[in-house]
DNA sequence: TCGGGTTGGTTTGGTTTTCCAACTCGATTA
DNA sequence: TAATCGAGTTGGAAAACCAAACCAACCCGA
């Protein structure tokens, strides 16, 4: 029987934040830059990928695009709340780059969980709010 | 003062995982393909570019090729440890997938957590181990 | 009024990736 | 002997990417 291509929501989501930059503007987003300039000068991308990307977001509901000038007309750029809801994604990369693959010079963006801890994130179910370990998760169902 | 590229761990992850087929690859291991031509099938990604992605995964030690017959040689894919510690991208990914990007006939894959539950990744503070709500995380310091 | 500077892009022209179909190669099965 | 299978290669076309230059609309100082 011919098996086919795998429709899965992870293919979906990177369909969305997968090409290159996208993650990096949505990163810059949430660290308070919202002017084209910073984004360019933070992420290093070029400008007409950003501009793309900026797009691209917007039109999928991630971002919006406001006028804070009218004259000259300037735009800041802000996580809509389906945007802000990528932090997981950003958080857990930030978290898996700061263990496995951490440079010379230390983390440039440090966070503060409320609980007055540094932050770092750890996946726990939603159900039982128990953090998850290894071998605790197993695929029940997988399609062909 | 001209203000930098901000070199950080969301940057250093994309270039390990962020090109486009990469994450798939990793998908189709973790849901237990290790053959190349079940990875091609259920990826739908390029032969050739899939060879490239998982030679480079190798190359960076989250993926080993194991031969698993001599004549003719044959070959399998597996996640090393520091593969597998890319579950949780995976999992916040296929979340952000599920909740916001549903396609029509469901998800493809369902998990169990070994409460009992069906597995919904949620992320919580590694510190205090509570689940993390909105706004419950701040940006203590951002490089310039 | 002239020349610079700022912001938020777009255009240009070329380089690199990615994509795809078809092909290979050794071994195996029918 | 032919067909098949797994695991790739190969060659050429398409798409994505990139740096640098350009543009528009305004502001500022001399």
């Given amino acids: 029987m011919m098996t086919?291509?795998?429709e899965c929501s992870v293919a979906r989501t990177l369909e969305l934040v997968g090409s290159k930059w996208t993650l990096l503007v949505v990163?810059?987003?949430f660290l308070g830059s919202h002017r084209f300039e910073e984004i360019a000068r933070f992420?290093?991308?070029p400008?007409?990928?950003l501009t793309d990307r900026?797009?691209?977001?917007?039109?999928?509901g991630l971002v919006t695009r406001v006028q804070y000038e009218?004259?000259?007309p300037r735009f800041e750029y802000h996580l809509t709340d389906l945007g802000r809801s990528l932090a997981p994604i950003i958080a857990t990369m930030r978290e898996f780059g700061d263990r496995h693959l951490?440079?010379?010079d230390g983390p440039p963006a440090r966070f503060e969980h409320?609980?007055?801890s540094e932050f770092h994130p750890v996946l726990a179910c939603k159900a039982c709010g128990e953090v998850v370990r290894r071998g605790e998760v197993e695929v029940v169902e997988a399609a062909s």
């Avoid at 900026?54 to 039109?59: D, G, H, M």
């Fill in 47 to 49: 400008r007409d990928i």
């Fill in 114 to 116: 409320s609980c007055g």
């Fill in 27 to 29: 990163r810059e987003l």
């Fill in 54 to 60: 900026l797009r691209r977001l917007e039109a999928h």
């Fill in 70 to 72: 009218q004259r000259p």
């Fill in 102 to 104: 951490a440079g010379d």
């Fill in 43 to 45: 992420t290093g991308g």
């Fill in 4 to 6: 086919q291509v795998r």
